[in-house]
Structure formats: structure tokens, C-alpha cells
């Protein structure tokens, strides 16, 4: 499906409205003024094989093996993947399965490495001068440098770029929304390193063969607004601020689009094909550094917050820090928390293990005090439509949630159960407090495994098809090869015979005379 190229469309002054939404308590008060600390090499880091959409690396490791900081531990496999690399130096210690960063707490292939307190650098990745460099050598630096989206999908970021060789892009959308309450490490990283950031984002532009660059920033972070101001081009090309309203989900792709340029993304269609490509500004950051520096992804800000937390702060943390090392980095914890969170409240992964490492996709970390959570008890849905009102999306979740309780599966899907993305403005809207989220994407996991439980079925159908008519044909050789053995048996018979006809008898002996 073709669209409108938004060139002659975009108003950079201007923002358009967005459907429903919440206003959740921000809370970022807590870290907002705290600047970034760097937080000293842990003992251990756990890297695991699967930070990324996509297949997970293969490991280039194993036990014993001394590796030094940046170097390539985990090689991308296939056209979606992303390399990992060492955060640390030191020696791998383990190369097995270890709990997921995920509410599952299923074990992951993952490389555990003895930091030697060193921090030895290996050799570093090729550097460009992205001003001489073509759009293929910078994502191969991208795709290098193991760089994925930091806003929490992590999408590898070199893939999405070659998305150019698909679409008519004019405009990199740069997301500095962070609207989830608590998160202020976006904030922080545009305050501190705007010209980063911006380089970085130049580089992706000219990758991307963009006019233009927007980066788009909610209105409560007036520093991070001023900071970027600063710079009215990247890498020569034309560089714009956005100031967005203080609504939840505006770092959604899609509605930060609609918010900045006025064009709605259709369900189950790409920015991309409006001309608009997003990233994350952490994103934009470790490009810079990749390709100016030739750093790989190895760390990333992450906010450390929450009443539980005794000193709330932005840290610099390396990939594969367990989550209990950085709290006892900001204090520990300062009371019991009532729920630990990867991300932000509202669509961050609860842990159960502060062993789980962080990740390249972790954002946040969220130590909540009992004071903090949500404990309303569950009451029925009396069909106020306050979810409907919320929605992003133009969803209506409580029918969703009936179909879905009422087995109807494709009933939820037909009312749009596929084009939900989990931001869980309903079930902050629900007087009721019905896990709305939860019940979608239990629903959602239930359809995958249908899907995969029927594809199976199908691909074991086809097999057998296959197979069948692999011995029926082997069958009807054996046949026809029969036949043919026949007809040329019954062809030399008839060829002994007249040959035996066509000879004269015998002369009699001269013996046999009387």
C-alpha cells in the first residue's frame, strides 16, 4: 500500500491530537536532576546469547577462554540477529543456560565471564568518517557494533536501516518522548550528550538518504527541549525539535508519528511506508559512538528507581550486570519492595531473581514499595467504556476481554485483539482494576501456539503427502520397470524360439548306420 510522501505535509510547529491515552503520575521526580553515574566493573556479568528480535547468537567462546573488553563473543545468525560482544575482560567461566530478564525465569544460553578488573580494551572496530562513507558501510558498522533499539523492543538497529532499500524515507523520527513514570535516562542522555546524540543521528540520516530529522520530545523535559535546540543541523541536514504533550503512549512509534507529521499508520502496516522511520535517541548515541569511536554495545544508561531504592539514580551500567549488583551500586534497597521491575510501571517485566542480568533492551530498573503498586481488588466489568476512552488504538478491551474469557478467540481478534500493543493505558483506566493486559496477552500467547500447534499440523500433513507420493512414484517405477522386464523377457523368448525354428536338424551320425 503506497502513501503520500510527507514532505510537502510536515509542519514541524505543529502537533496533532492522538486518541485516548492516560496520564499516569510521572514520578520521574525521583532521578530527573540526578546525572549519570558510571558504575565500577561487577565481579561478574552474564551476557546472555538472546538481547534482540529476532535468532539468537551463536557463541565464539567457550570455558576458560580470556576475552578482552569489546570483543565479539556472540556472531549473529541470519538475516535477523545482532552480535554480542564482551563487556568486560576476563575469562568466560561458563557458556550454558541461565534465568532469563524475563517473568518467566526459563534459562537462556548465555556467556558468564570473571571480570579481571582490568576493563582491557581488545581491538576496536574500524572507525568511519561517516561524511565520506556510502549508506552500506555505515549499516554494516551498525550491524557490527551489535547495536539494537534501546527504547525496550531492541530490533536490531542495522536491519530496520536497510529498510531504505524498501521505502521512500524522508524523515528520521528520533523518540525522546520516555513517557513511561519513573524513566529518566532518555532525559539525561539528551541533556548530557545532545551533540552525541545528534551526530549520531546525522549519521542514520544520511544512511537513510533523509531530508530531514525530528527528534521528538515531551513537554516536561524543558532542559533536554533547550540542550537539543542547540543544533539546527546533523551532518548537514536539517534538524528539528518536537515538542510533544505529557501523555502515555506517546513513545509509541505510531502515535508519535501521528503526533508529528498528522498521518496515522494503518493497523498492521509500517512507519516506514508513510516515510518515517523511528528510533529510540539511545539508539542514535551508540551509533555515534560505534561509528565515530568504533565502540560496540556493551553498556547503556539505565534508571534505578522506586521508594524501595535507598539513592534513585541514572547509572551507566555494562551489559550483563546483575540487577542485585546495581541497586547495592545505588544503596540497596531501602525497604522491602512489593514488586521489582525491568522497565517502565506500566509496560516494564516484573523479576522475581536480582541475579537476571541487564540487558541491552532494559531501560529501567523498578523497586516498588507496597505504597507504589496498584492492590485494588478485581471487581466485574460494569461496561463503562473508560477503557475504550484510554485506548490508544481505538480498541474497545472490554468486549476483547468478554471474548476472550468466553473462549472466543477469534471473536477478540475480529474486534481487534492483533493491532493491541500492550501499553496498558485500559488497565490503568479500569475502575474495575481488571488485568486487561495480562488477559490480551495470554490470549495473544494462546493464538501463537494455536498457529504454531497448526503449522505443525500442516507441515506433518505435508510430509506425510510428500511422502506418500514419493512411494507411490518409487511404486510406479518398480511397476513400470516390472512391465518393461516382462516385455523384454517375453521378447527374448519369442526371439529364442524363432531362432530355434529358423536352425536345420541335425545330420544323423554315421555311428547310428545299421
Known sequence: MAFPSLGSLFRPSQIFAVRGGVHPEPRKHLTA???????????????????????????????????LKGQLIGQARGAMSANIHAPSSGRVIAVGHFTAPHPSNLPIPTI?????????????????????????????????????????AAFPAAVKLNQRRKYALDTLLLNGAECEPYLTCDDRLMREHAEGLVDGAGIMARALGVSRIVIAVEANKPEAIAALR???????????????????????????????????????????????????????????????????LISRIVTV???????????????????????????????AADRV???????????????????????????????????????????CG???????????????????????????????????????????????????????????????????????????????AARQAREAAIAEAKRQAMARRKVEMAARKVAQTGAAAADPPPAPSAQAAP
Not at 116 to 128: A, I, K
Not at 364 to 380: K, V
Open 305 to 335: 528507581s522506586g521508594r524501595a531504592i535507598t539513592r534513585p539514580a541514572n547509572v551507566r551500567v555494562l551489559i550483563g550486570t546483575p540487577v542485585a549488583d546495581v541497586i547495592a551500586f545505588c544503596g540497596g534497597l531501602a525497604e
Open 341 to 383: 521491575l525491568l522497565g517502565g510501571p506500566m509496560m516494564g517485566l516484573p523479576i522475581q531473581n536480582l541475579r537476571v542480568p541487564v540487558v541491552k533492551g532494559t531501560c529501567g530498573i523498578l523497586a516498588l514499595s507496597a505504597a507504589e503498586t496498584r492492590a485494588s481488588a478485581q471487581m466485574p466489568c460494569i461496561r
Open 33 to 67: 536532576e540526578a546525572e549519570v553515574l558510571d558504575m565500577p566493573v561487577p565481579p561478574l556479568v552474564r551476557v546472555p546469547l538472546q538481547q534482540h528480535s529476532g535468532a539468537m547468537a551463536e557463541p565464539l567462546v567457550r570455558r576458560d577462554d580470556i576475552v
Open 230 to 296: 542547540r543544533f539546527r543541523h546533523a551532518l548537514g541536514i536539517a534538524l528539528t525539535v518536537a515538542v510533544v504533550p505529557t501523555q502515555y503512549p506517546m513513545g509509541s512509534a505510531k502515535h508519535l508519528v501521528l503526533a508529528v507529521t498528522g498521518k496515522e499508520t494503518p493497523a498492521r502496516a509500517r512507519t516506514a511506508e508513510l516515510g518515517v522511520l523511528v528510533y529510540n535517541v539511545g539508539t542514535a548515541h551508540a551509533v555515534h559512538l560505534a561509528v565515530r569511536y568504533g565502540e560496540p
Open 112 to 152: 558468564t565471564i570473571r571480570t579481571d578488573g582490568q576493563d582491557r580494551w581488545g581491538p576496536r572496530l574500524p572507525r568511519l568518517r561517516p561524511e565520506d562513507a556510502d549508506p552500506d558501510e555505515i549499516a554494516a558498522q551498525i550491524e557490527r557494533a551489535g547495536i539494537v533499539g534501546l527504547g525496550g
Open 386 to 464: 473508560s477503557c475504550v476512552q484510554a485506548c490508544p488504538c481505538g480498541l474497545t478491551p472490554f468486549e476483547m476481554n468478554a471474548r476472550i474469557h468466553a473462549g472466543d478467540l477469534e471473536g477478540a481478534v475480529k474486534v481487534g485483539l492483533m493491532d493491541c500493543i500492550a501499553c496498558g493505558a485500559c488497565a490503568f483506566a479500569c475502575p474495575s482494576s481488571i488485568p486487561l493486559v495480562q488477559a490480551f496477552d495470554h490470549a495473544k500467547g494462546k493464538l501463537a501456539e494455536t498457529q504454531s500447534r497448526r503449522h505443525q499440523q500442516e507441515e506433518t500433513r505435508r510430509l506425510a
